[in-house]
């Protein structure tokens, strides 16, 4: 079920009679119950289209419809309630808790001096049970980790309770681990309570394991919409990559550096030619490896180099690396 949907719709900036287009003809359509990825280069002006789908940056051209009806027709006040959103600055509230920062979502419906009621309070205590934070909620936000942070925030839009979710790199600074957590967090919003979740990312492999839809922005090119699965297939991933030097390896699901004159034949187990490969590519140029023939072996790692009627045999890849540059 579509929420939010755009028709030609050109983004930019007005600046008295001057306008600076950023993009052109976008049309899209932000499904309920999915989370949808916005992928693209710096620059390209994904936050721009987040501060328009807000109603904080007016379109130049065209429209965005939020349940059928034009966006211009809601008061801000009403699009707070509709709309939440989590942007990449990092809050500096003073002394506030996790708990009261994310009663603060609340202020759409109750405003400033608004006191919570109790439909207002069991929307702050399910979105710190969603977001797992009720553990950290007297805890004062400048002893905060990122991640934390980050999770406050995501429980705060959700106090919000509107039907759409819009983060703006919610997973920028965070570790590993953390950013796993928090897209999965986020597919499991829009699952669970039908929830047009749209992040804006530039985590590819995280986002090609969490989400549902991907919006992928390039300069002065129609957006492109799609499962990432097909976008995988039908090679259009590849237009976040305009250079020559990288492409995304459908196999492995990783940008990897084009392989082309440097691909050697690798025998062995597949995890195990794949980390040797992405070695040598890394770090020995192609002349060296001319009528090389390596065979792996895994547990314990072996790998036997093979030139003509020489052969040698190395317990890692830096001692066949080592081998290697040494050579003429
Ligand atoms: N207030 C503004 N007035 C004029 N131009 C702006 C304004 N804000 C941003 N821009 C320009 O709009 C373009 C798009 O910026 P935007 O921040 O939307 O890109 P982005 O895709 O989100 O980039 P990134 O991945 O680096 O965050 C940039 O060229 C930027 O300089």
Redesign the pocket.
């Known amino acids: 079920m579509v929420n939010l949907q755009s028709k030609n719709l050109n983004i930019g ?1 007005q600046s008295g009679k001057k306008s ?1 287009a ?1 993009a052109e003809d976008l049309n899209f359509n932000l499904e309920k119950g999915k989370l949808t990825c916005l992928l ?1 280069p ?7 289209l987040v501060k328009t789908i807000m109603g904080q940056v007016p379109p130049l051209s065209g429209e965005i419809f939020l349940e059928g009806k034009p966006l211009t027709s809601f008061s801000q006040k009403a699009l707070a309630k509709k709309i939440a959103v989590v942007l990449t600055e990092k809050i500096t509230t003073g002394n506030l808790t996790v708990g009261q920062l994310v009663a603060l979502g609340r202020i759409p419906h109750t405003g400033w001096l608004g006191k919570l009621s109790d439909e207002d309070q069991k929307m702050v205590e399910q979105a710190i049970s969603q977001t797992h934070t009720g553990y950290i909620r007297n805890q004062p936000l400048s002893e905060c980790s990122d991640g934390q942070l980050q999770k406050t925030m995501i429980a705060r839009a959700l106090a919000q309770d509107g039907d759409v979710l819009i983060l703006d790199e919610p997973t920028a600074h965070l570790d590993l681990v953390n950013r796993f957590e928090i897209m999965h967090l986020l597919r499991q919003i829009a699952k669970e309570s039908k929830k047009a979740v749209l992040v804006v990312t530039h985590d590819l492999e995280i986002a090609i394991e969490t989400a549902d839809i991907f919006w992928l922005m390039q300069c002065g090119q129609p957006l492109v919409s799609g499962l990432p699965e097909d976008l995988i297939l039908n090679g259009q991933i590849n237009l976040l990559l305009p250079s020559d030097r990288l492409s995304f390896n459908p196999k492995s699901g990783k940008v990897q550096p084009k392989i082309d004159e440097f691909a050697i034949q690798i025998e062995g187990p597949e995890a195990t030619v794949q980390w040797v490969q992405a070695a040598l590519q890394k770090n020995i140029s192609a002349n060296k490896l001319q009528a090389v023939q390596i065979r792996v072996e895994e547990n314990p790692l072996r790998i036997l180099l093979k030139q003509g009627d020489m052969e040698q045999e190395f317990l890692g890849i830096g001692g066949l690396l080592e081998f290697l540059e040494s050579r003429e």
């Open positions: 900036y600076k950023i693209g710096n620059g390209v002006g994904k936050s721009t």
